[in-house]
């Protein structure tokens, strides 16, 4: 099909809220996506992030096919043979206790938000809890997800949202230390920001988040919808700083491709929060997406994907600090693993950049404050880190004021 016609033909029945590039997607193989002409697009992008595995994974793939032969969905009123083990292994490599299954990262932040608040609420005999979440955060477009959102213009038509939260500074702890109060119940944070531009949280932030927390009986929410599940080199995040949270959010590359996330919460929180009646969901954890998210965590398991990102990750590090060297426009690199951002300087507006390596053949993300974000396949080699230089360097060569040497 000619792709131009798809695009109009596409416009003309969806809500037009994306500003969709113009490509037409057809197949992938294994780091690389195909458009409908067949031209290669090499995918340092992942679907944002969930393509773990890339694309044409044998064992992933197959494991979908059979649960989609065997059974595709029951009802969370029954039990279903894979539910054990879907949750088992998503305890084990969280270091959680209980864990809730959801169709999106949204609504995973949704069910830590209602735990934090049922918490207090048992706690305290009362509602009426505050939240505190970041500046420059993304949690998600649902109306709870949003109200813990710092940035002003996702939220802002859709005043009033959820009320009780005050926002602080990332990697600012007197900021966050001037927000707590009497009925302060949970901090919210990425402990990588995504969206906002690709942020680590510095250990000492995290270090000294979980001492207020501890000293004023706050629940540590962390967001590790795109930064868990192996992205950075560890299963989850707060594996690297030994600083475990209250409540864990998970999706992205928790199911591979298939539509889920998950929040988990330690045995504290459990035993004095949700109980029957108080949440639930239709497809949530089914038996289709769980087949998902058990063959990713045992093919991350058995091909050690996370030790594969920690031994790739300077290798990638260094292929974007000569970016760095070599064009003046490109400021800095922030980043853990591979979840990586080149800050590029205003005068070249990182959607153009985006736009471009597309045109070139690479597919490659934006995030906030004009950085332009990578976050390949899991499964990334050497090979393709070196593919994405070739082209990445042409890309930004064509924006001129160009000094290399
Ligand atoms: C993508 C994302 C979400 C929202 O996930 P959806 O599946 O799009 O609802 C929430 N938090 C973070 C950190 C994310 O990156």
């Known amino acids: 099909m000619d792709d131009r016609k798809f695009i109009e033909e596409s416009e003309k029945h969806l809500l037009h809220v994306y500003n969709r590039f113009p490509v037409v997607f057809d197949h992938g193989e294994g780091m690389y996506l195909y458009d409908v002409c067949g031209k290669a697009y090499l995918d340092f992008a992942a679907g944002i992030g969930v393509s773990a595995f890339g694309y044409g994974d044998s064992e992933y793939e ?7 032969k065997k059974l595709m969905h029951v009802s969370n009123l029954y039990y279903h043979t894979g539910l054990s083990e879907a949750a088992e292994a998503v305890c084990r490599v969280s270091g959680m206790d209980k864990v ?20 207090g609420y ?4 009362h509602a009426g809890h505050e939240i505190i979440a970041m500046n420059h955060s993304f949690h998600g477009r649902t109306v709870g997800a949003l109200s813990v959102t710092g940035n002003e213009h996702y939220r802002e038509p859709f005043a009033p949202l959820m009320g009780g939260v005050r926002f602080a500074d990332f990697n600012d702890l007197s900021s966050v230390e001037s927000q707590i109060n009497d009925k302060t119940i949970a901090i919210i944070l990425e402990p990588v920001q995504g969206e906002g531009g690709i942020t680590p949280a510095t250990e000492e932030f995290l270090s000294g988040i979980e001492i207020l927390c501890e ?8 967001d590790e919808i795109q930064c868990g599940m192996g992205r950075t080199g560890n299963m989850f ?78 290798y990638l590090e260094q292929t974007l600090d000569g970016f760095v060297r070599d064009f003046e426009f490109v400021e800095g690199r922030r980043g ?3 979840m990586q951002g080149l800050i590029l300087s205003e005068k070249i507006p990182v959607g153009d950049v985006v736009s471009r390596a597309l045109d070139y053949g690479l597919i490659v993300l934006s995030a906030g404050g004009n950085v332009l974000r ?14 994405m230089r070739e082209i990445l360097e042409d890309v930004l060569r064509s924006f001129a004021g160009v000094n290399t040497h």
């Open 122 to 125: 048992v706690r305290d005999g």
């Open 374 to 387: 990578l976050l390949p396949p899991l499964i990334a080699e050497k090979r393709d880190i070196d593919a």
């Open 215 to 222: 000293e004023n009986g706050l629940l540590l929410i962390f």
């Open 62 to 68: 197959e494991a979908l096919c059979t649960q989609v």
């Open 237 to 314: 995040v707060w594996q690297e700083y030994n600083i475990r949270p209250d409540i864990l959010t998970t999706a992205k590359a928790l199911g591979g491709g298939v539509p889920v996330g998950a929040f988990a919460i330690t045995d504290k929180v459990a035993r004095a929060s949700m109980v029957p009646g108080d949440h639930g969901t239709t497809y949530g954890g089914n038996p289709f997406v769980l087949a998902g998210v058990k063959a990713s965590i045992d093919i991350m398991e058995k091909r050690h994907i996370p030790e594969h990102v920690r031994e790739l990750a300077p």
């Open 100 to 119: 809730f299954f959801t169709n999106s990262g949204a609504e995973a932040i949704e069910g830590a938000l209602k735990t934090a608040k049922k918490y």
């Open 336 to 338: 853990m693993g591979f």
